[in-house]
């Protein structure tokens, strides 16, 4: 059975600083998605990992995956409150597998 | 029309009753995913629509079914609710020519009383 584990599963952070989400999967696959989700609302997409060394960046966040160890990483960069919300890590395309969620409170 | 809408937002139901919930797809999507997310938890596949045919379930029982119209609609019924199908429900549309993204919707959030 597929499996997804993200950790940490809750990050307090400063503003400022820098930190890493990681993403291990049990099986092979060779597609992984982020995701964000704020209080109460839906999911929105923040990158699709489609191969081998993907590496992908937008803003403040860094996403990479290495398929051969099952790992994707979601590096944040100089953090800002705007960014606290959980995020997931998803594989499979078919039907996606969620990890539980990474609860990022950045404070001031 | 783009994106993809849910209906409706909330709904309360009282245990053993029956509700459906609907998802119109992003124009050009022609699959359609059912997810239940639980409070705090990540969500978990109920089961996917290609083409009006089911394409893959998830490990939810039967009383959790689907149907996916020619314009790629879609609803979500469930059967004798129980209190721990309380959950927001999310439907998500995608196309294999778009690198298999997902677009969410908003989601409903039932509550089981």
């Known amino acids: 059975e597929l499996k997804v584990e993200q950790n940490p599963l809750f990050l307090s952070m400063q503003e400022g600083k820098n930190y890493t989400i990681y993403c291990n999967y049990s099986?092979?696959?060779?597609?992984l998605y982020w995701y964000r989700q704020d209080p109460g609302k839906s999911l929105e997409s923040l990158f699709v990992l489609l191969s081998n060394g993907a590496v992908k960046q937008e803003g403040r966040l860094m996403a990479s995956l290495d398929t051969k160890a099952r790992l994707s990483t979601l590096h944040i960069t100089a953090a800002v409150h705007d960014l606290s919300a959980t995020y997931f890590c998803?594989?499979?395309?078919?039907?996606?597998?969620w990890g539980l969620g990474t609860s990022l409170a950045v404070n001031p | 029309e783009t994106g993809v809408t849910q209906s409706p937002t909330h709904l309360i139901k009282t245990r053993g009753q029956q509700v459906t919930l609907r998802c119109s797809s992003q124009?050009?999507?022609?699959?359609v995913s059912w997810y239940q997310q639980a409070l705090g938890q990540g969500p978990q596949f109920i089961f996917q629509y290609y083409r009006e045919e089911e394409n893959g379930r998830g490990n939810f029982p039967p009383r959790f079914s689907g149907l996916q119209f020619p314009n790629y609609s879609s609803e979500l019924n469930v059967n004798a609710l129980e209190l721990d199908d309380s959950a927001l429900y999310l439907c998500a549309s995608s196309s294999p020519g778009e690198g298999y993204g997902y677009t969410f919707g908003s989601g409903t959030r039932l509550t089981v009383v």
């Open positions: 124009s050009g999507h022609n699959t």
């Open positions: 998803a594989v499979d395309p078919r039907k996606l597998i």
């Open positions: 099986t092979t696959s060779d597609r």
